[in-house]
């Protein structure tokens, strides 16, 4: 399968990221079939996201990354997840395993791994694995589901439990079981090659294993993490908050495409098989797109003011609040359930056109999808309660919901 560094080669075509983007989507919607057809991004997709630097966005500045603002890096997931959301979607995952790497490897083992430049990482972070230790690091086992963009990774992010003397090991500063980010060698990974899905087909997004593989404990690092051993103020973000961002642009692309599409085919020419029975559609349609539209939009208008306020939190040197955890996920959850009605809207509106292989029907498939990830489920709405209801505050927010406040141990 194609793999490709990501190493920035050029990044001086335009005065933002956001530019970048917009320059880059027009190169990638044409093979957003044929990544499809190969179950992963094909050469020319990953030339293009390569050579824009986008795999580089949220990386330390030390190694040559960005460290791109999360406001900035939202609209950027957000553009090229409209041009082709396997494109984005195998961006924005990237961008969370590569950042973090960078940003909490401890020095020795993150100068392995980016000094030469900055390799494309990806996987499930989920603690699927057992990890055993083995003097100065561990022994790695287990199998991970739904690994995105793996296919074209150089190095996989994996979580695990550790065991040591076949107990549990706990971690004793939280005193809760210890697990641990693995960053593994692709080539030590048993692809299991099973991408047979209904949507995102073109991300490479498929299931791997490890089997008894000795990971340096230099190439592992808490997936809780919020303290940078390399680079600034970004990594006060934490995984927590970066995997949201980058669902969260993944939403807003995909339905703006399929509202985009939509529109072209209300202004096509009678005539073609489609439930749009005039130019423009009848009062019934026009009333229903503009009601889509300003759902859209409202939804889009709180993704921004929530990450807006983030990045600024950041830009101060000042870490993340549980509440603004709280209104980022929320505005996650919103989002994605909007973007699933505007593609269902979509899908009907179109008629027997929704069903042929078309840009329409794939953003309906991928927003279905996308919207079957654990991040984006409706059940975080009662954690965002608890905390908007006063409930939640000895709790902060982990990838899994909110949880107890750890009690910090002396050591």
């Known amino acids: 399968m194609p793999k490709a560094s990501a190493e920035k080669v050029n990044t001086t075509q335009s005065s933002s990221w956001v530019d970048k983007a917009r320059e880059a989507a027009p190169a990638l919607r044409p093979h957003a079939a044929e990544n499809e057809a190969a179950g992963c991004l094909t050469s020319p997709t990953l030339d293009t996201l390569r050579e824009s630097g986008f795999f580089t966005m949220l990386a330390a500045r030390p190694f040559g990354g960005a460290e791109v603002s999360p406001v900035e890096a939202l609209e950027v997931y957000e553009t090229l997840c409209e041009a082709d959301a396997a494109a984005g979607w ?4 990237s961008n969370v395993a590569i950042g973090s790497a960078s940003g909490y490897l401890p020095a020795e083992g993150a100068r392995k791994i980016f000094g030469g430049g900055i390799p494309i990482i990806a996987g499930n972070g989920g603690p699927f694995g057992r990890a055993d230790v083995d003097g100065k690091g561990f022994r790695l086992s287990g199998r991970w589901s739904y690994g995105s963009g793996v296919l074209h990774s150089q190095w996989i992010h994996s979580g695990g439990r550790v065991f040591e003397n076949g107990k549990p090991r706990v971690n004793p500063v939280t005193g809760q079981p210890e697990v641990r980010t693995f ?20 991300t490479g997004s498929i299931d791997y294993e490890f089997n008894d593989v000795f990971v340096p404990e230099e190439f592992t690092h808490f997936p809780d993490a919020n303290v940078a051993q390399q680079g600034g103020n970004l990594f006060r973000l934490g995984i927590v908050g970066m995997s949201p961002l980058g669902h969260t642009g993944a939403a807003l692309g995909i339905a703006r495409r399929a509202l985009t599409e939509l529109a072209a085919l209300a202004e096509s020419p009678d005539g073609r098989p ?15 797109y503009g009601l889509a539209e300003g759902q859209l939009r409202a939804a889009r208008a709180l993704c921004y003011e929530v990450w807006r306020d983030i990045s600024q939190t950041l830009d101060n040197g000042n870490p993340v609040q549980t509440r603004q955890y709280t209104l980022a996920r929320l505005a996650l959850v919103h989002v994605t359930n909007t973007a699933a009605d505007v593609c269902v809207f979509a899908h009907k509106a179109a008629g027997g056109i929704s069903i042929r292989n078309t840009a329409l029907q794939r953003c309906f498939r991928d927003m279905f999808t996308a919207s079957q990830h654990r991040i984006v489920s409706n059940s975080f709405a009662k954690d965002c309660a608890q905390d908007l209801l006063g409930q939640a505050r000895d709790k902060i927010w982990a990838i899994r919901g909110l949880i107890d406040r750890p009690e910090l141990k002396p050591l």
């Open 274 to 288: 489609s439930r749009l029975a005039v130019q423009g559609g009848d009062d019934q349609f026009q009333e229903n």
């Open 183 to 202: 960053i593994v060698p692709t080539e030590q990974a048993k692809m299991l090659g099973n991408w047979d899905v209904v949507g995102l087909r073109g």
């Open 90 to 93: 195998v961006v924005m995952a």
